[in-house]
């Protein structure tokens, strides 16, 4: 099981990012995929998280609006589309999937494979 986010970036508040997280391994149409985030001196917090299908995705109040989570499965690929950006979104981003099948949600112990991050930066 692999997975690999991308798409990180410097931008300027009110601007767009789209990161992708590429997945192999496993069938990401029987998995839900998390992105989450961390910014030096807090915790790893998720803020979105897709259904198998790609039919459902939950977003947390910070993001809800702005950011948009996608899954191509025949690219067995997971898009996070990032709009409106602001100074506190900056953290490493990270992808994840979910270690059962079932898991719809965003907290980080539901998770047990992880990409490497990449990192957004949002200036004012």
């Known amino acids: 099981v692999q997975l690999q986010a991308s798409g990180g970036g410097l931008v300027q508040a009110g601007g767009s990012l789209r990161l992708s997280c590429t997945t192999s391994?496993?069938?990401?149409?029987?998995?839900?995929i998390g992105w989450f985030r961390q910014a030096p001196g807090n915790e790893r917090e998720g803020i979105a998280c897709?259904?198998?299908?790609?039919?459902?995705?939950v977003y947390v109040d910070s993001v809800k609006g702005r950011f948009t989570m996608s899954k191509d499965l025949a690219k067995e690929t997971v898009y996070l589309q990032m709009n409106n950006l602001r100074t506190e979104d900056t953290a490493v981003y990270y992808c994840?999937?979910?270690?059962?099948?079932?898991?719809?949600?965003?907290?980080?112990?539901?998770?047990?494979?992880w990409g490497q991050g990449t990192q957004v930066t949002v200036s004012s």
């Open positions: 994840a999937r979910a270690s059962s099948p079932q898991t719809i949600a965003i907290g980080v112990s539901q998770y047990n494979y």
């Open positions: 391994g496993f069938p990401l149409e029987h998995y839900p």
């Open positions: 897709i259904d198998g299908n790609g039919g459902t995705a």
